[in-house]
């Protein structure tokens, strides 16, 4: 099954300064980028044919494939001066890469890759730059079991602030929750679609809002709730943290670490 992953969006919060114009999904968790972690999450499933939708600092991206040194993760010997792997990442690995515009929309930089997902009863899809455990494997097989066009994994919501209820018609306050008690899931970032979703996205319009919300309106989108881990990396503090769990050795989104976590058909 392919994977289209989103690489070219501006990153604003994760900058270093003005002449930093690495995109955000290249940002380095360990050794390796925010991207990389993604791309082995859904290997670990057996999806290994990848679209790229490329734009702001594409040739990061690029460069970083094309350049790829396998001796960063894989333990190896030298020997004469060759290097003989005792494991690879990315070797039977396919790659597309496409260039879908700067300012361009996700959902506009999904139509812009529509020839390269042709003939997928289903594909997956992905922000590139939020790390889970999820079961991908329940996630596509939910959907493949349904009639409905489209999946989306949800979360509670991860805000730490406290949201605080009214009682009717008056400023007393009724009660205090954290956000993430309330009966609200969020949009996670990880999608298995069926080609109807191009039937519903405009030109420049957007995956969640567009496509997403006129599957919901007709019955057609159904959602993967998960309370287990799930990471974003949108801002400095967030993309420290996850370095820091990968220093620690604390790393559940590093399935491919855990044989015993491999699907079936995969093992």
Not at 121 to 128: D, H, I, K, P
Not at 213 to 235: C, M, N, S, V
């Amino acid at each position: 099954m392919k994977v289209v992953l989103f690489c070219g969006g501006y990153g604003m919060r994760m900058r270093n300064g003005p002449a930093d114009d690495v995109p955000k999904p290249m940002q380095l968790v360990g050794p390796r980028p925010l991207l990389w972690h993604v791309m082995r999450y859904y290997a670990h499933f057996g999806h290994t044919e990848f679209v790229l939708c490329l734009g702001y600092g594409a040739r990061h991206i690029k460069d970083f494939f094309l350049s790829y040194t396998e001796t960063a993760s894989n333990d190896f010997v030298l020997r004469g001066g060759e290097v003989e792997l005792l494991s690879t990442d990315i070797s039977d690995w396919s790659i597309t890469f496409v260039h879908t515009g700067i300012e361009s929309p996700i959902g506009e930089r999904l139509r812009r890759v529509r020839e390269h997902v042709e003939g997928e009863e289903m594909f997956l899809a992905n922000y590139a730059d939020v790390l889970t455990d999820a079961p991908l494997d329940v996630m596509v097989d939910n959907l493949a079991a349904s009639d409905a066009g489209a999946s989306m994994m949800v979360v509670p919501p991860q805000s730490s602030f406290h949201c605080v209820e009214f009682r009717d018609g008056t400023n007393r306050v009724s009660g205090i929750r954290s956000a993430a008690r309330l009966p609200l899931w969020e949009n996670a970032g990880y999608f298995v679609l069926r080609q109807e979703i191009f039937d519903h996205i405009p030109e420049n319009g957007d995956l969640v809002e567009d496509g997403c919300g006129a599957l919901a309106e007709k019955d057609r989108l159904i959602a993967h709730p998960y309370r287990g881990f799930w990471q974003p990396a949108d801002t400095f503090k967030e993309r420290a943290a996850l370095d820091a769990a990968y220093e620690s050795g604390a790393r559940p989104w590093m399935l491919w670490e855990h044989p015993s976590t491999l699907p079936a058909g995969v093992r």
